[in-house]
């Protein structure tokens, strides 16, 4: 028996709305994919989660207290393709209301005190440019300062072209940051979210203490795309998600977002009775 | 952020004349050569000027790894695999013997013709080659050896097996492996620097950089399809975010410029293996000395500095 699906892959004429199911086309009013923590209920296809509402969810109510909120990006090169990157910056700072891609500050998880430092790939695709990579280094001498273990949640496409060099630069610059927090003995979880590709994870991401991502999301170094075109290879059609990794043994769990609160709390509590 | 470098440039110079006056030898090539950097930088690069980069830097002829390996050392044994899984040959370590010293090494290698291009993949690592390299900088930190790295890669191989044996995670901890390292460390970009693919052999007390060579965080060509839509826009993008020695060593990402013979390495191998092996050797020289700790520190807040933020 074979049932076809003839259901067209992308709707003609333009982009699919935000919250129509890109995985069962259901679709949802804001509202009831907020109570739902943005997964579908349909078919628990995760639909991204920004940087406030993530902290929001995992966080204890009123525990977070944001840090390094004015640091924002420069733009050392001057940079123009299309547009400049001021205006690309400025808008996404708009559209998120973030001043960067990545949200930092103490917090507690389940009652366990901890650092979090969480991505929003609505802010230009969650690339980890300078401001990024200097706000994960001071979160992680955050955690260190005050001996609590380091949760980060990574959702980003990799580095920020616009900043050229510099932006490599964050790699081993957020790769000395989590060494220092290592030295110190202090825990570190990381959880990759859709998606975790390029630059972040061949840094900071695939260096937690433990790994955990979240159900089909993307973490491959290079994208599907690129490899497609370079290699000409057939993919498979889960490529670089988080169920063949856990297959090959490059993480330690994949948690569906609902139950992600409680599994932090719970390692939390493992990893804190350390000496 | 120019003049810093400079600046940084200006006082190294200022002490090596004073040194002269004490009558020490061998310095003359030394300040000729910082003489050099200093007007790399007083010139600004011009946009044909960092193409042509560009295009040495993928120049056919251009010396690869084991070119310079069989010049450097006056003795090196190849180590081979990962003890895992595979020998990747994309990158070659080994024990070398630099001025009667061991020397850990590890180099990406391109390959020359066809048949060796295959061979070394052109040059990109799978995850096998970052683990081989993992390997290796184990062994320097056990045993003591100063550790110096070649970086010459298009970028890590990105494909179906690079992705299911673990890429990102590879790079990740061979950064983090030479985080940790207590003996000293040189790195050497001598063609292209791709992305995540080589700083995962950069992360070192020394990042040095050939006058042609390029390091960037994507091709010309990867930023032109991605930014510009259209890979023909790749000189734009190259002037764009200017992969060029002269703008990385003014932002502080490399340490200091090793001098090409004039025209570019290709014109004569033997003389930019001498060129190389002078800077190589100065530099460990500045590492003489500091304790595995205080280099561990030190490299370590050198690369947390790097950055522009408000």
């Given at each position: 028996m074979s049932i076809e699906d003839k259901r067209p892959s992308e709707p003609p004429g333009g982009k699919r709305h935000p919250n129509t199911c890109p995985s069962c086309s259901s679709h949802y009013r804001d509202d009831e994919l907020e109570v739902a923590y943005r997964v579908c209920p349909q078919c628990s296809f995760h639909f991204p989660m920004g940087a406030r509402a993530r902290v929001a969810h995992l966080a204890d109510p009123g525990s977070f207290s944001e840090e390094a909120a004015g640091v924002r990006s420069e733009d050392p090169l001057g940079f123009f393709d299309l547009r400049p990157y001021t205006e690309r910056l400025v808008e996404a700072e708009q559209s998120t209301g973030l001043g960067e891609a990545m949200l930092i500050g103490a917090a507690a998880i389940g009652g366990h005190a901890c650092q979090l430092a969480v991505m929003d790939f609505a802010f230009?695709?969650?690339?980890?440019?300078?401001?990024?990579?200097e706000k994960f280094s001071r979160a992680c001498d955050s955690a260190i300062d005050r001996g609590v273990p380091l949760v980060s949640i990574a959702a980003s496409g990799g580095a920020r072209m616009q900043e050229g060099i510099l932006s490599l630069m964050q790699m081993p610059k957020t790769v000395c940051a989590v060494e220092d927090l290592h030295d110190a003995r202090i825990a570190f979880i990381s959880v990759l979210a859709n998606p975790t590709t390029g630059g972040l994870l061949a840094s900071f991401a695939s260096l937690g203490d433990v790994l955990l991502a979240e159900p089909g999301a993307l973490m491959s170094f290079?994208?599907?795309?690129?490899?497609?075109?370079?290699?000409?290879?057939?993919?498979?059609?889960?490529?670089?998600?988080?169920?063949?990794?856990l297959r090959f043994g490059h993480i330690d769990a994949i948690v569906p977002r609902p139950e992600l609160p409680a599994?932090?709390?719970?390692?939390?509590?493992f990893l804190s009775d350390g000496a | 952020m120019a003049r810093e470098a400079e600046l940084r440039l200006r006082e190294r110079l200022s002490k090596l004349r004073q040194m002269r006056l004490l009558g020490r030898t061998g310095l003359s090539a030394e300040l000729e050569r910082l003489q050099r950097q200093l007007d790399l930088i007083a010139a600004e690069t011009s946009d044909e000027e960092v193409w042509r980069s560009v295009e040495l830097a993928r120049h056919e002829e251009r010396p690869y790894t084991l070119d310079y390996v069989e010049r450097l050392f006056e003795d090196f044994f190849e180590l081979h695999g990962d003890r895992t899984r595979a020998d990747d040959a994309a990158v070659v370590t080994g024990l070398g013997r630099l001025d009667g010293q061991t020397v850990a090494f590890i180099g990406q290698q391109k390959g020359r013709d066809l048949k060796e291009r295959a061979h070394r993949n052109f040059g990109m690592a799978f995850p096998e080659g970052y683990r081989k390299a993992i390997r290796v900088m184990e062994l320097a930190d056990r045993l003591g050896f100063p550790l110096l790295t070649l970086v010459d890669t298009p970028g890590a191989y990105p494909g179906v097996a690079a992705e299911q044996?673990?890429?990102?995670?590879?790079?990740?901890?061979?950064?983090?492996?030479?985080?940790?390292?207590?003996?000293?460390?040189?790195?050497?970009v001598i063609g292209e620097g791709g992305s995540g693919g080589a700083i995962a052999l950069a992360l070192a007390d020394r990042v040095l950089m050939q006058e042609n060579a390029i390091y960037s965080v994507i091709s010309p060509e990867g930023c032109a399809t991605i930014l510009w839509r259209d890979i023909g826009e790749a000189r734009k993008a190259a002037a764009a975010f200017r992969p060029d020695a002269a703008h990385s060593l003014e932002l502080g990402v490399i340490d200091a410029i090793v001098p090409e013979p004039p025209g570019g390495v290709q014109t004569d191998h033997?003389?930019?293996?001498?060129?190389?092996?002078?800077?190589?050797?100065e530099s460990f020289e500045e590492l003489e000395g500091i304790p595995g700790d205080e280099l561990r520190r030190r490299r370590r807040a050198k690369f947390r500095a790097l950055g522009v933020f408000a």
């Open positions: 230009m695709g969650g690339s980890m440019g300078s401001a990024v990579g290079a994208g599907p795309r690129v490899v497609q075109q370079t290699t000409r290879e057939k993919l498979p059609d889960d490529f670089g998600r988080a169920e063949p990794n599994t932090l709390a719970r390692l939390l509590g | 044996h673990g890429q990102g995670g590879a790079i990740a901890r061979s950064q983090a492996t030479m985080a940790r390292l207590g003996v000293a460390t040189v790195a050497c033997d003389e930019a293996a001498r060129l190389l092996a002078e800077s190589v050797r």
